[in-house]
Structures are given as C-alpha cells and as structure tokens.
C-alpha cells in the first residue's frame, strides 16, 4: 500500500495546503496536523500517542491539546491505517510534525487597508478572517496569548488596540484581555464549551487623542470541545417487560443517555454495550442492545417466567464512539420482567374427588376440586373455569369457581330425589379463562371425576290431585260423605303411615277421616254462604306422616257448590219516599234473590190482603219479568212512615215466597218534590236498634255520674282520716280550730261515752250524785244561753266516726304513745260542754277563775297560767 501524503496547516481550526510554496507559512501556525489519505476503500486509522494526538477516521490528525515544543517527546509518532476490507495494515513515521510547531510566533490579524479618503479598500474575494480556535479547560500558564491584532498605521504613530463585547467589556468580563500597544490578543481564564461554544468580539484601533484609525473587525473565538463530561444516562433504572417465550429478535426496551460534550464530534458520540446479565440463565447472552440507539432486543429462545421471572442488566455508555482507550464511560440498570401467558394448563390435584348430598336439597356444596397452575395468580392464565362434561344430563349440578382459592365448587342447583337416583358420577374438566398458547396442549391431569352420593331423607306426603275439585248440590245434609282425599309417600324403601287432619275450613263444614282421608260434611253447605266465593268452597288438609322426624304436606279440596232454590226472593229497595200528593205517585220495585237463575226471576209480585187499608190505598202493577210498580189509589197521604207487605214469588222448579215488606216515608215536599221534613220524619221513625243505642248511652252516662259521686265521698273520708293524725303540738298557729275536743293522758282514759249521744237524751246534771265527776270535767257554772241548734245526726253515725279515728290513730306509727280522741267534730244542741266562746270574751275574762285548768292534766296547765290569776 502506498501512501500520498501532504500536510495540511490547521491554524485554528481553518486549513490550509501544505505545499513547498506555502511551507514556510506552515511553521508560523501554534498548531498543526497531517491528513493522512488512501488511495481507497474503507481506512481504520490509530495513533501512537492518544494523549498528545488523534486521528480521525477520515485520516486527519488532531492535536489533542495545546502542544509546546518543550513538553513534546522527542521520539517519533507512529501512524498504524488498516483497511476493512482486506485487513491489511501499514505504518507511517511522522517526523517534521515537531517542526511545525514554534515556540514564540503568533498569527497577525492585520486590519484591511484603506484609501486616503477613508474608505475601505475593496478587499480581495478571498480574504477571510478566520475563527480562532480555543481548547476548553486549559491549564495555562494564563493568561495565553491567542494572536496578534495590528493595523499597518503602527509604523509611522503609536496606536492603542482594544476589544469590546461579551467576554471583553461585556459580561462575562475579563475572559479575554488585549495588550493596547502589542495588540496582542489572550485568554484569561480556562473556558467551558458547555457554557458558551464561542464568543463574537469586535478589534478597534485609536491614536493616542482616542481618533479611530482603523474600522472595526470582528474577531470569532471559537471554543474547542475536549472530552470533559460522561455520559449520562436519563434514569438510573430502566424497566421493560417481555412475553414468556419470546423469539429472538423481539424488541424489548430502549435506554437512553446523553452526554454534554459536543456531539458532532466523538466526544458527544455514544456507544451501549451490556456489561452483564443476571442471572445467566438459560444462557447468558439472553440480550443485545444496539449499540448506537439503546435498544434491546431479545437474541435467544428459551424465556420462561416459572423459571425466571426476572433480568437485570448492567448497560453502559460510553463517548468517544466507544474507544475504551480515552473514551468516558458510565452504567445504569435495565430490569427486564418476563411477562406471564397462557403456556400451563391447570391440573387436578386428584383424579377423583368424593361428595355427598341429602336429597331435595339445592345451592349446596357437594364438593372442593383443587387445581394446580404454574402460571401467574389472579390473572387470567391462572384462573380456571370448570366445565361439567358428563354424568350430569338433567343439569342438576354446577361447577362455579372460588375466586380466591381457585377451587371449584360443586353445587346443587336443582332438587336431587333419592328414589330416582342414589349415585351421581359426574366428569369435570377445568380450563382457563384465556387459551393456552400456541403449541401448548391440554393434559390428562385436566380432567376429574366426582364421585356424588344421595342420601335418604324422609319426605313430606303430598296430594294427588292438588287441587282436587268436585262439584255438588248445596243444601247436602250432615254426615254425607263427599270424597277420599289421600296422600302419597315418596319414601318409598320407608315403611311409614299417613294420618290426615283438618287444616283449614272456615266454614267448619267438613271432617276428615284420620287414617283413610274420608271426607265427611258435618254441617249443611250452603252455597250463599260469605265462605263460597263463585260457587267454590276451599278447604285445606294435612297428611303427616310417622318418620324421624315427622313430615307433613297440604292438599285443598275445592268444592263447586251447585244451586238449589232455598231462598225466598225479598223487595228492593226496602225504603223509598214519596210526598203528601204525590206526582207521580208510582214507585218502582224490584226483587233479591240469593239463588241463581232459574230458581231466581222472573219473579211475581202480589200485595197481601192484611192489612185492610193496604189494598183499599194501595195497587202493584207487574212490569216485567223482574221489575213491579207500586201506586198510591188516594190522592193525599199524610206524613209518616208506611211499611206495605208485598209477596213475592221466584220461578224456581220448587217456586218460594216471600213477604217483604216496603218502607215508605212521606213526607211534606217543597215545589222542587224534595221533603222538607226529613228529620221529624227520621226522628219519628227510630228503629229499635236506634232505640237501645240510645238507651245504652244513658246508661252509661248515669253509671259515670254515680262512680263520680262514690269517688268524691271516698275522697273526703281519706281526707278526714288523715286529719285525725295530725299531732296537736305541731300545730304552732295560735288559734283553737277545733271545738268539743277532750284531751287528757293516760288519766283520761276511762271517759263516758254516753255524753256523745243525742243531748236530749242526757239525764240533767241534777241527777248526778254529788261529788261524782271526771277529773277532767269542767266546773259547773252558768253558761250563756244560745240559740237552739239544728237536730243532730243519728249517734249511731258519731259513734262510727270515733271508731274509724280510733283505728286511725292505733295504726298510726307517728301517734303519741297514748290513746286520745283528738276531734270529734260534733258540736249537737243542748251540750253538756257549754261554749267555749268565752275564753275570747273580753267582758268577762276578768272575772272568770282558771284555776281548775291545773286538775285536768297536764296538757292544760299552760291554759291555766296564761289565763290564771298569778301576776307573772
């Protein structure tokens, strides 16, 4: 392989040819790099020193960082190119790259030069002002001098040189400083691409009086990206799903990172790469990712999530289009969860299952049927649905399912009768409520057999027919037998008897034999009855059987009762009004019969011959076969209610008569023919029962006036009595309430009674010995006569009232423990007594002695020294 090799003068990012001509101009540049180029196909480029150098695939050598001629190695640098397509590789020596650099010449941006009337110089068509290129985050020494400003009107005056704009004089200041008499340009500070890619400055040129000299040039800084940021990824952890199963090549997931650095260039250029997997099962290279766009796809057969449920991948990304020599690198996690399908069938746990069931039982469970399935729970590949697909064709049974354990319930949904059969063998087989997937095949371990068993209970006897309808005459006379109602035992390996009763008859018409079911009437039936709706008659039986325990069924005999004439027809209405003179004076009648054509109308109307006035003001006249008219012969009939027999005569084939009788009430009418005495009429024509309603309020009216009248006088003797056991003493008002009062301790016990009786009967005192008297009598004086008083009541009724006050006080637990009558309340005319008026009689309290209050005890001590004789 040959090469042709020239240089190229890289001055700041600008190239220039690198001829013999231009050679010279070459060696001025602060750096340099070689174009190395084939003479075709595909080259694959790499240098021998990366820290100092780098070579780009199109062959152009870089200088990696700012470069002086005393930190260079003195050895040469080595240029390996291969080709990709024949693998064949070559080296090239590059020696004269040291020469290219200087240690002390800057490039000189020269103003443009101007005619003497200041106006620019049309400027060559190729003249440009190239960019000036500065790496980012130089170490310096700072400041470094970037190039040298200078306007050709420095060789004859002094000029100053300055630049303004951002990163000058403008914020960011200070990044960039010029020397005003040098014009030389330099960097301040280290910069940062990320920050600010490049800066637009504007060069001026004064004299020393501050005229501009030259016009403004615009300078370009631009800054050059060094591979100083990692990449990053946008999550640290990144999840992605795949199906179970999946063939290689299925896409799972895409994972992104970025990287600050610029990325035009192999500093922003990143490459993936899966680092590990974990774990390694069934292989470990289950993943690949792209290594430009992030992708992972799946790149072998065999996922599977009962095995492993779970990947996790170390991913890294990594610039420089992945050299691992000088690239920068950083990791993130990919977790890849293998999603479940439909690829395990359920299976049995046994492959018969046992159960049992009382008959005529429903909604019952029979039995649990356990599954096993290895696929994820609660999900649909996981849940079974049971299918009964045999033994089962009357659908006696369903198989639901247990949503938590996923079990499947054999349940009883319709009655299961022992005597039809005593065994249920029922095949069920359970599936999923997806479809298993493709290639997937239901196994053998999918179906099951339940085994069911009956058993025997004791049933209730039913009726057969039920109802059971007969039709007969009414009118059918006691005893009569009507039918045999019996019941049927389903038990039939039971040997059990049957017993009837009555259940419900609400007529009580019938009877029922206990042991045969016979059926009897103990009552005539009688079609009109209020128990027969529409000629029908229901009564209810029970059949009981002699199991353990003891059951029971109903029947209902419905009885259609046949009509015979066996009621007489009656008028309607039975009550009408007419007036005094009537006009017209014919009333319509018609009749009821309870029997049902023919043995109701037509029906024939007579009036009966008594009483004697009926026919001589009275006439009935036939309309039709259902309907009469009655009339009035007189012209005038006074008020008054007016009852007119009428004999009536069904059709029946036994024809039956009646006498009804026509309630009339006339009354005085008004020009319209309304009655204007209603109420005296209605008040004249109270019926009987009207008549006891009346009677009976009054009766009860009077009864409440005398349990009133009891209660009163209950009252006041309670009232009496609790008077009598109100303590003297406790009384502190100072007046006497109560007269004819006899106190006295246990000295005055033995009082006489006789003085309670009748005053007219007391002998006079005159025929009392002398000297005999009560220690608590009262002295004899002369007493002021007062008016007669009325008579007293009998003593017998006095004496009763001592005795209640007696046992009053006797049962008293609060009275004194001494025996006194406290008030007798009885005050008769001609009292032995006297008055006691003149203890409030001023005219002669002065004059009268007390002193024989001190003999009767000591209750009247007190009395005697506020009205004795004693000074204090």
């Known amino acids: 392989m040959g090469w042709d090799v020239w240089g190229v003068g890289w001055v700041n990012g600008e190239t220039y040819p690198y001829t013999k001509k231009l050679h010279k101009d070459v060696l001025k540049c602060p750096n340099m790099c070689v174009c190395f180029c084939g003479r075709g196909g595909l080259m694959r480029f790499e240098c021998s020193n990366p820290s100092d150098f780098r070579i780009e695939a199109d062959g152009v050598l870089y200088a990696a960082r700012t470069l002086q001629r005393s930190t260079l190695p003195v050895s040469p640098l080595l240029i390996t190119a291969s080709d990709t397509a024949t693998q ?79 990163g000058a004089d403008q914020p960011p200041t200070g990044i960039f400083i010029i020397d005003p008499i040098s014009g030389e340009l330099s960097v301040n500070k280290p910069l940062d691409r990320e920050h600010i890619p490049n800066f637009h400055l504007r060069a001026h040129a004064v004299d020393l009086n501050g005229n501009q000299v030259e016009n403004p040039i615009d300078i370009v800084i631009n800054v050059i990206d060094m591979n ?63 290594n430009k766009t992030g992708g992972i796809i799946t790149v072998a057969a065999g996922l ?140 053998r371990q999918s179906t099951a057999t339940v085994s069911i068993r009956v058993i025997d209970v004791n049933e209730s006897p039913y009726f057969e027919p039920n109802p059971k309808f007969i039709r007969l005459e009414e009118g059918m006379m006691p005893d009569s037998t009507l039918t045999t109602f019996s019941a049927q035992d389903p038990d039939r390996f039971m040997q059990q008897t049957i017993r009837y ?48 325990p003891p059951a029971s069924g109903t029947g209902t005999l419905q009885i259609f009762l046949l009509d015979i004439n066996d009621n007489a027809p009656r008028v309607s209405p039975q009550e009408v009004e007419i007036c005094e003179k009537p006009d017209p004076n014919a009333i319509n009648i018609t009749a009821f019969d309870g029997d049902l054509s023919p043995n109701a109308g037509p029906f024939a109307f007579e009036l009966a011959n008594r009483p004697a006035d009926v026919r001589r003001n009275w006439t009935i006249t036939r309309i039709s076969g259902d309907y009469a008219q009655v009339s009035l012969k007189i012209g005038f009939l006074e008020s008054g209610i007016y009852e007119i027999p009428i004999i009536i005569t069904d059709s029946g084939n036994l024809p039956m008569s009646n006498t009804s ?79 004819d009062e006899e106190g006295g301790g246990e000295e005055d016990q033995d009082y006489d009674l006789s003085q309670l009786q009748q005053p007219d009967t007391i002998e006079p005192d005159a025929i009392k010995p002398v000297g005999i008297r009560r220690l608590d009598e009262r002295p004899l004086h002369p007493e002021p ?88």
């Not at 029979?366 to 079974?384: C, E, G």
């Not at 639901?400 to 087989?429: A, H």
């Not at 059926?519 to 059949?543: G, H, M, Q």
């Open 88 to 166: 064949q590789r070559a080296l090239n020596v590059l020696q004269e790259v040291w020469k290219t650099i200087p240690e002390d010449d800057l490039k000189e941006i020269a103003f443009p030069p101007r005619n003497m009337d200041s106006q620019l110089k049309r400027m060559k068509r190729d003249w440009v002002i190239p960019p000036i290129n500065v790496p980012e985050n130089s170490r310096g020494p700072f400041p470094q001098e970037l190039v040298r400003i200078r306007s050709d009107h420095d060789k004859n005056r002094s000029l100053r040189y300055s630049v303004t704009g951002p």
């Open 228 to 290: 100083d940021n990692r990449p990053e990824f946008t999550h640290q952890i990144w999840n992605g799903t795949v199906p179970e199963g999946s063939k290689p090549g299925s896409f799972v997931m895409t994972v992104t990172a970025v990287d600050k650095d610029d990325p035009k260039t192999a500093n922003g250029m990143l490459r993936y790469k899966i680092l590990s997997q974990n774990p390694e099962s069934p292989t470990s290279n289950m993943f690949t990712i792209n």
């Open 304 to 443: 599977d999530r009962e095995k492993v449920p779970q990947y996790t991948l170390i991913i890294q990304a990594s610039d420089m289009e992945g050299n691992p020599m000088y690239g920068l690198s950083n990791t993130a996690t990919a977790v890849i969860r293998v999603t479940d399908i439909n690829d395990n069938p359920p299976e049995f746990t046994a492959e018969t299952f046992f159960g049992e069931v009382p008959e005529n039982r429903v909604n019952v469970i029979v039995a649990n049927l356990t599954v096993t399935d290895k696929d994820q729970p609660n999900t649909l590949a996981w849940n079974a649905v049971y299918k009964i697909t045999g033994g089962d064709p009357t659908g006696r049974f369903s198989v639901p399912t247990d949503p938590t354990t996923n079990e499947g319930l054999v349940t009883v949904v319709k009655p299961i009768d022992y005597e039809t059969s005593r065994t249920y063998v029922l095949t069920v087989e359970a599936r999923n409520e997806v479809p298993l997937a493709k290639g997937i095949h239901t196994p």
């Open 501 to 548: 009763s009555k259940l419900s008859d609400p007529a009580n018409w019938l009877r029922i034999d206990t042991n045969t079911g016979r059926i009897t009437t103990i009552a005539i039936l009688d079609r009109e009855s209020p128990y027969v709706k529409n000629n029908l008659y229901n009564a209810t039986f029970l059949a009981t059987d002699n199991g353990i």
């Open 661 to 739: 009788y026509l309630r009339i009430k006339v009354c005085q009418c008004d020009i319209n023919g309304d009655c204007t005495d209603q109420q005296h009429i209605m008040a004249a024509g109270l019926g009987t029962g009207a008549i006891i309603s009346i009677l009976l309020c009054i009766i009860i009216l009077l009864i409440l006036v005398l349990m009133f009248v009891v209660w009163m006088k209950r009252r006041d003797k309670e009232r009496q009595a609790k008077q009598l056991l109100i303590d003297p003493e406790d009384d502190v008002r100072d007046n006497i309430l109560k007269y």
């Open 785 to 872: 006569q007062y008016p007669m008083r009325s008579a007293a009541p009998h003593p017998g009724d006095i004496g009763d009232f001592i005795n209640e006050g007696l046992k009053a006080a006797d049962n008293d637990p609060t009275a004194p423990p001494y025996d006194s009558l406290l008030v007798f309340d009885y005050e008769g005319s001609g009292s032995t007594a006297g008055s006691l008026s003149s203890l409030n009689s001023s005219s002669s309290g002065g004059d009268q002695d007390y002193d024989y209050l001190n003999d009767w005890g000591p209750r009247f001590r007190k009395l005697a020294d506020m009205y004795g004789g004693s000074d204090d």
